[in-house]
């Protein structure tokens, strides 16, 4: 009897371990995403276990290249830091994709259509500024402008679409995407093409978002001004969609749709905004993306980031910090995955597994949250039980 | 084995800051009808669902045929021959009735006694059997959302049987019925306890349990008053027992004093998307002081009407004139702030957002404008402490104040925050649909006097509902409705009840 009591309290100790970590109401928010991203790493290693490989090392390796962790090595000109800008540089437009989802969804739309305003807003501030001879303080700022008016015209098209037509947004986003993608394509195989990249020709450094080959402290770095935009745009979102009355709005319109316009809440009229602001964010993305981290357009492609900025807006839980958050450990799992299979030899897609692992733990998010609170109710069961006996 | 086929001795259940149910002891009888009385919020569907295993307690012991059971899952609670049909339907709209029965359940059937399918055939010939069996008849091939409420309850009812249930559970099965539906219902489960099953009743309405019930349990804030036999106990003391003090069911009232005429609707007609005439070319006229009520049997224009005049329906032709000016063309912002109130009938689709905030619901109509938002940016602080000022005003009872989630709270609660949102925007003119629907009488005795006392402040007041009783008591006005056009407007006192309802069913006198 001693011996089965004895049992249960070892395995309920491991168990009220987990469960006081996980447990707390007030930091679940927190504490089971970061759950989630371990628990996927977990099988992950699983995986390049099977493999034959070291998954320590060769996550290791994906910190290394990500430039949060040193290389035994580095080149001339590069160091840590650099490779840590890199990433940063490359997470700029990420952040803004993601904030471009979640403020859809937040007003109960969903914008699948982040690629094709990305890449809209992109051509429109390459075509016009990137190759015009505008000074730097004049030619950077019309960028974010263009691109982000270039973003937000197409966003607002498919809300007044779905407004006065009744068209699902998914299905007009999806179709944008195909019709940005070919009619651009055109123009730039047309007129902007670089005979020897097969891209549009590089745009004039003035013009770009990211200071390329900034050269300080004997190294050569790449500066992403976007990136502060980006955070303070994160906080600024964060603040709208609080404290703001059009936030206030957008909310309930995604809430409950009858409800808002019974309160007097002009419903089409929030869902253009939304979609709007969505399509003005995702314009950033692209132009960050077009005249930041590249300095060009590669024709007939969509940029995957408008998708994965899907996933990362749900991992981060639509809150705009929690999108940061995300934005930053996705962006390290593809950006360390070069380095990752140069060194450890395990292969580059695997990253994107990795990724995949953490978006699909990430969906059972609510799930676990039910099953904790189901568990603890049992363990307080029990142990109301063990003190009776 | 004992006489009795369900005990629960002494149940205590707790959530967070109430104490739902406090050391109840009820025992049911085989083949008994037993009547669960209590108010919104006394603690007879956290009760039940106990039973039905959707919570499980914290204290206290559940017997079931004599033998003491832990039910921790509904799906233990099927096995023990319990079924519940919950006061909202747990149906899915795109399935078919017969899905919907076997959902959980699906018999399987091998193809070449290898390849498994579901046998939707043979499970439609039963359902079809059973429905004919209990005289509850449906098409099995029919999807949810293509038929009534009364039908999708029926639906409920077969899952159920179904599963062979012997222990009966309905969470207040008759709140969404008509009167002819709910005699029908009535005669239904009366049926089933002939048939050998037990029946579990929770309601508030006093009638249903004096026609059917046995015996009753009266629940008040969580405790068990008494339970009493039926038969020998008057409606009046059930429902003393139940509020905890003497009801009277006639609401004292001042004779009305007209003032001027505030609403006045000319000549209305309004179509559905289909072109069909919803109402036909009604008029009234509403004056201050006034409780004007249309009368009629659901689905006959009188929603419309109300829609119309608040401006959530487009009018196809007519006038409608506030305080003499034509608001016809208004939105809905511009005719709430032209002084008009409007308590719709389906509060959780349109008159709350579950998923907000009280304080937020409570602000709902207001926070665009001073004080409640400055420059675009709402002041939190002022919508705060206006939700505190109503939770205080009109007793709007939940466990975390300010802070809870609408969905969270009571349905009573719920209607007594919408009433005081919409009092608070002191209209010229209010507009209640089914004010008390789903309510008991404690909050239905509750909302008349607040009509009663916003008709003495001078408002004006649109009542609409079903309830031909409510009407009969509140109204100084009565206009009866009947496929969309008025049939008779004339002064409460010059009318009977038994005139009223002549004229609903469309008999022209």
């Not at chain 1, 928010?29 to 099988?43: E, G, K």
């Not at chain 2, 007879?44 to 914290?58: H, Q, R, V």
């Not at chain 2, 008029?283 to 419309?304: D, P």
Request: net charge neutral.
């Amino acid at each position: 009897m001693s011996e089965v009591k004895q049992e249960r309290k070892s395995k309920n100790l491991s168990k009220r371990v987990i469960l006081n970590i996980l447990g707390n109401d007030k930091w679940q928010y927190l504490t089971i995403p970061i759950f989630l991203i371990l628990l996927s790493f977990v099988v992950a290693s699983i995986i390049i276990l099977l493999l034959g490989k070291n998954p320590l090392l060769a996550f290791f390796n994906l910190l290394q290249g990500a430039g949060i962790m040193p290389k035994p090595s580095y080149g001339g000109y590069k160091s840590i830091l650099t490779d840590f800008l890199t990433l940063l540089n490359f997470m700029t437009p990420m952040i803004f994709a993601s904030l471009a989802v979640a403020i859809g969804l937040k007003g109960g739309l969903f914008n699948i259509g982040v690629s094709g305003q990305m890449l809209l807003g992109g051509y429109f501030a390459t075509v016009l500024i990137g190759y015009s001879n505008l000074g730097s303080l004049v030619a950077k700022p019309l960028v974010l402008v263009i691109g982000l008016v270039g973003g937000a015209s197409l966003g607002g098209l498919i809300g007044f679409l779905k407004y006065r037509f009744n068209i699902n947004e998914v299905v007009s986003s999806i179709m944008f995407n195909y019709i940005i993608q070919y009619v651009l394509s055109f123009f730039i195989h047309t007129r902007y093409i670089d005979p020897v990249s097969r891209q549009s020709r590089y745009i004039n450094p003035a013009a770009r978002l990211t200071l390329v080959n900034v050269e300080r402290f004997g190294l050569r770095m790449d500066l992403p001004i976007g990136f502060i935009i980006a955070i303070v745009l994160a906080i600024g979102l964060k603040f709208f969609l609080d404290r703001s009355r059009i936030g206030f709005e957008i909310k309930a319109v995604g809430a409950n749709p009858k409800a808002a316009k019974y309160a007097g809440i002009k419903v089409g009229k929030t869902l253009i905004t939304t979609m709007a602001l969505s399509g003005s964010l995702a314009g950033l993305a692209g132009a960050s993306y077009y005249l930041g981290y590249f300095a060009s357009i590669q024709p007939r492609v969509l940029p995957s980031m408008g998708f994965d900025a899907i996933a990362v807006a749900l991992l981060g839980n639509n809150n705009p910090y929690g999108i940061i958050a995300s934005s930053f450990i996705i962006s390290i799992i593809e950006k360390g995955s070069t380095y990752m299979s140069s060194i450890a030899g395990v292969r580059q897609e695997i990253a994107s597994v990795i990724t995949g692992l953490i978006l699909l733990f990430s969906a059972t998010n609510v799930y676990i949250q039910h099953k904790i609170r189901a568990s603890k109710d049992r363990l307080q069961e029990d142990l109301g039980r063990e003190l009776e006996e | 084995m004992s006489e009795y086929i369900v005990e629960m001795k002494n149940i205590t259940k707790r959530f967070p800051g109430i104490v739902a149910n406090d050391n109840i002891s009820i025992q049911i009888k085989k083949g008994e009808i037993f009547a669960l009385l209590g108010e919104n919020g006394a603690g007879k569907s956290t009760l039940m669902s106990m039973l039905f295993g959707l919570y499980e307690p914290d204290e206290g012991e559940i017997w079931i045929r004599g033998e003491k059971v832990k039910i921790d899952s509904p799906n233990f609670a099927t096995r023990l021959n319990i079924g519940m049909v919950h006061q909202h339907f747990k149906l899915v709209e795109n399935y078919s009735i017969a899905e919907n029965i076997i959902l959980g359940l699906e018999p399987i059937k091998k193809y070449l006694g290898l390849f498994p399918y579901v046998d939707i055939k043979g499970a439609s010939k039963d359902i079809g059997q059973l429905s004919r069996k209990y005289g509850l008849e449906v098409d099995p091939h029919k999807k949810i959302e293509d038929i009534n409420v009364s039908l999708q309850q029926r639906v409920e009812i077969l899952k159920m049987l179904y599963r062979e249930a012997e222990i009966l559970i309905f969470d207040e099965p008759t709140a969404v019925l008509t009167p002819q539906e709910i005699d029908f219902l009535l005669d239904i489960i009366e049926e089933l306890r002939a048939g050998g099953k037990t029946i579990i009743l929770i309601t508030h309405k006093l009638e249903e349990i004096k026609r059917i019930a046995y015996r009753c349990a009266i629940l008040r804030k969580g405790k068990l008053v008494d339970v009493l036999d039926v038969k020998t106990s008057s409606t009046r003391e059930m429902a003393s027992l139940m509020v905890g003090r003497e009801i009277s069911f006639k609401t004292e009232k001042k004779p009305a004093e007209f003032g001027d005429l505030v609403l006045e609707v000319r000549s209305l007609s309004v179509k559905n998307s289909d072109n069909f005439d919803l109402v036909r070319d009604v008029s009234l006229r509403v004056h201050e002081g006034e409780v004007f009520a249309i009368a009629g049997v659901s689905g006959n224009g009188q929603v419309e009407i109300a829609d119309a005049i608040a401006g959530l329906t487009d009018i196809y032709q007519g006038q409608i004139l506030l305080n003499g000016k034509d608001i016809s063309s208004y939105s809905i912002r511009k005719r709430t702030l032209e002084g008009i109130s409007y308590i719709p009938e389906d509060r959780q689709s349109y008159g709350l957002i579950l998923d907000f905030s009280l304080a937020e619901n409570l602000a709902m109509k207001d926070y665009h404008r001073e004080p409640f938002s400055n420059g675009g940016l709402l002041d939190r602080d002022v919508i705060n402490q206006y939700g505190n000022k109503l939770i205080d005003k009109y007793d709007i009872r939940s466990s975390q104040g300010i802070r809870t989630q609408v969905r969270q709270m009571s349905g009573g609660n719920q209607q007594k925050a919408i009433i005081g949102r919409e009092i608070e925007l002191q209209s010229s003119l209010m507009i209640f649909v089914q004010p008390t629907r789903g309510l008991d009488i404690g909050a239905i005795e509750n909302i008349q006097r607040m009509i009663i006392e916003e008709r003495d402040k001078g408002k004006a007041i649109l009542l609409i509902s079903l309830e031909l009783d409510e009407i009969m008591n509140i109204a100084d006005t009565i206009g009866v409705i009947y496929n969309g056009q008025i049939q008779k407007i004339a002064s409460a006192d010059s009318l009977t009840t038994k005139e009223v309802g002549e004229f609903m069913m469309g008999v022209t006198a």
